[in-house]
């Protein structure tokens, strides 16, 4: 059976709403108990896309609230707490008990509580002889936030400045790194599968992948483990491959403009949580919900934008053409004379108009939907020009370069000032060389736009170290920038060639070709130095390739740390659509940036190294 993660957390929560009973086939507990909710901001992110209230309501939560909101007592009542195990969290738990809020307190936190915070919280109750009330303390390895059955993110917020800030300590870089392999951890046992971890050598991906291949093996090591699966050999091709990697191992990715429906949607309309609110067309906000249980959404959200329009018009149409059809069966022929006869064909033909009402309802309402996010989104496509931003970066990226006259006329054409950005580093990372007083006239046309330019001088910079890198490096082939240069003839490993050409279909992200790869398992040149983890066998073969842990696999978990995007997202989902038999990708980020999230990222690194409009840019250019 493919690996669900929303389901899987779905039933976890359940679970906790039902003070940890089994929860019977019907998805309730045995016995009915009215329950308060607590959680904290974070863990509110995590229920927003699973659970609505409606299911709260039928899992027997009648209220529910922030842990840091001013609350009443609720006598003889039981309290679900769900909250990130940090020290104000268990302040304000010991100050709820010893106050006697509820009845009996069930606490939940979303990773493993660590000890010094246990015994605050033990200290806490028994100094206030409340200790009595807390029934039950769980960790429940839930830290992760699931969008959708295949895509899940930490949120864990700009991790992709944190690890390339040039001011931070060593002990910071552990931290985060030790955040990311906390959250992967989480996601390993909700699945209940110990991974075969694969990263490249070197950087966060391998810091990573060595943190959760230890916290995997101390966690093996204790009897009530939680991995179901059998503990002896178990094949690759049942257990899933974990696939790490950097931000920067495609940086265009995060940067480029794309025309599918659901990377726009994210990218213009900033989906947040699986929401958004679009203006209606009676004036005001109107807020949407994009998950799956809208058809549409899940059905053409990797269609291209004119697609969409199209798949729009043809649902209207079939939903017009049904109308209609139900009104001529209950309406009989105009004029025509009623003799009785046809008295329980008519009946018949009105219990199943009437039956079908709500399913045309609900069609109706997903059409409009979709008409209106569809119609916000073409103003702005107009507005923007993004179908030629679109193009044109595609361009850039499989020719490796552009016309200067074509590239100053974009940066001077239509776009936000974002657009124009995004376009320009994409000008940069797509170039094999750069032309100095090219990129000094495109400078210039981003400052005469009154562009902040320190994202742009920040990637202009280490595409600059890459290739001075590379050149003095060329003995050395297990570097990721020598990889690179290998695989696309450029010397930056942040290149590759962007999104799908709007041309061509075969076009894949070098994220999705190196998965593509991995999952196969075949001799490889360019991932033959990636590293294997695999905290199942001993020690001493971690880390080298040992035959059984290069696949084939089946299922595959995909982690970008430093922000990911819809776009590899949608690219993985299209791989595993496309293998045969279908295979099944999942696909995990720290956070889920649009392009202007993150180019506020690099903005803020390029600031920290003292570049930006300001500076003079005459070094840096090679």
């Known amino acids: 059976m493919a690996l669900n993660l929303r389901q899987k957390q779905t039933e976890c929560i359940i679970r906790m709403l039902n003070l940890n009973q089994p929860v019977n086939p019907t998805g309730t507990a045995n016995e009915e108990v009215y329950k308060i909710l607590i959680y904290d901001k974070f863990c509110q992110n995590i229920l927003s896309p699973l659970i609505h209230v409606k299911d709260l309501r039928k899992h027997g939560v009648t209220l529910y609230f922030l842990i840091d909101k001013d609350r009443k007592p609720v006598h003889d009542v039981p309290a679900v707490y769900f909250v990130q195990p940090n020290h104000p969290n268990i302040q304000r738990i010991v100050a709820d008990a010893s106050r006697s809020l509820y009845?009996?307190?069930?606490?939940?936190?979303?990773?493993?509580?660590?000890?010094?915070?246990l015994e605050d919280l033990a200290s806490g109750a028994l100094n206030s002889d409340s200790i009595h009330r807390i029934s039950?303390?769980?960790?429940?390895?839930?830290?992760?936030?699931?969008?959708?059955?295949?895509?899940?993110?930490?949120?864990?917020?700009?991790?992709?400045?944190?690890?390339?800030?040039?001011?931070?300590?060593?002990?910071?870089?552990?931290?985060?790194i030790e955040r990311v392999a906390s959250g992967l951890f989480c996601v390993s046992a909700t699945l209940a599968v110990v991974p075969i971890i694969r990263c490249p050598r070197g950087g966060p991906a391998e810091m990573v992948a060595s943190a959760l291949d230890q916290k995997l093996r101390d966690h093996l090591l204790s009897k009530n483990?939680?991995?179901?699966?059998?503990?002896?050999?178990?094949?690759?091709?049942?257990?899933?491959?974990?696939?790490?990697?950097?931000?920067?191992?495609?940086?265009?990715?995060?940067?480029?403009?794309?025309?599918?429906?659901?990377?726009l949607v994210h990218d213009i309309l900033g989906l947040k949580?699986?929401?958004?609110?679009?203006?209606?067309?009676k004036g005001g906000m109107q807020s949407y919900e994009l998950d799956s249980s809208d058809p549409f959404w899940v059905a053409n959200g990797s269609l291209e934008f004119p697609e969409v329009a199209v798949e729009i018009e043809t649902?209207?149409?079939?939903?017009?053409?049904?109308?209609?059809?139900?009104?001529?069966?209950?309406?009989?022929?105009?004029g025509a004379e009623f003799d009785g006869t046809d008295l329980i064909g008519n009946t018949k033909h009105l219990m199943n108009a009437v039956n079908s009402l709500p399913e045309l309802t609900e069609r109706k309402q997903v059409i409009d939907k979709h008409t209106n996010i569809a119609t916000v989104l073409l103003g702005e496509i107009k507005e923007r020009s993004l179908d030629s931003y679109v193009k044109k970066e595609n361009d850039m990226t499989v020719r490796g370069g552009i016309d200067r006259n074509e590239l100053l006329g974009v940066l001077k054409g239509k776009?936000?000032?974002?657009?124009?950005?995004?376009?320009?580093?994409?000008?940069?990372?797509?170039?094999?060389?750069?032309?100095?007083?090219?990129?000094?006239?495109?400078?210039?046309?981003?400052?005469?736009?009154?562009?902040?330019?320190?994202?742009?001088?920040?990637?202009?910079?280490?595409?600059?170290?890459?290739?001075?890198l590379a050149s003095t490096n060329s003995a050395s082939r297990n570097n990721i920038v020598d990889w690179a240069e290998k695989l696309y003839g450029q010397s930056i490993s942040a290149v590759t060639a962007g999104v799908k050409n709007l041309l061509s279909s075969d076009r894949q992200l070098a994220l999705t070709r190196t998965v593509e790869a991995l999952m196969e398992g075949k001799p490889n040149p360019e991932i033959d130095s990636y590293l294997v983890f695999d905290p199942r066998a001993p020690k001493s073969s971690s880390g080298t390739g040992s035959s059984h842990l290069k696949g084939p696999f089946k299922e595959a978990i995909v982690f970008m740390i430093g922000g990911g995007n819809y776009v590899e997202y949608g690219s993985l989902q299209d791989l595993a659509r496309q293998q045969q038999p279908a295979k099944h990708v999942m696909y995990g980020t720290t956070e889920i940036l649009t392009g202007m999230e993150f180019l506020e990222q690099l903005s803020l690194l390029g600031q920290k190294m003292g570049l930006g409009s300001s500076v003079a840019t005459s070094s840096a250019t090679h």
């Open 136 to 176: 039950k303390v769980h960790d429940q390895y839930l830290e992760f936030v699931t969008l959708e059955d295949n895509l899940f993110s930490l949120s864990q917020k700009s991790t992709y400045v944190q690890l390339n800030d040039p001011s931070a300590g060593d002990k910071e870089i552990e931290d985060i």
């Open 273 to 281: 949580l699986n929401r958004l609110s679009v203006p209606g067309e």
């Open 103 to 117: 009845d009996s307190f069930h606490l939940n936190f979303s990773s493993s509580i660590p000890r010094p915070l």
């Open 415 to 468: 776009g936000t000032k974002i657009d124009k950005l995004r376009f320009a580093i994409t000008y940069i990372i797509s170039s094999e060389t750069i032309n100095p007083s090219e990129a000094e006239a495109v400078e210039a046309a981003l400052r005469e736009s009154e562009v902040d330019t320190s994202a742009f001088q920040y990637v202009k910079k280490i595409k600059s170290l890459n290739v001075s």
């Open 225 to 263: 483990n939680l991995f179901s699966e059998g503990g002896g050999f178990v094949t690759s091709f049942q257990r899933p491959i974990l696939c790490i990697f950097d931000r920067n191992f495609e940086l265009s990715a995060a940067i480029q403009h794309d025309f599918r429906y659901r990377p």
């Open 315 to 334: 649902q209207l149409n079939k939903y017009k053409k049904d109308v209609d059809e139900v009104n001529r069966r209950t309406g009989g022929d105009a």
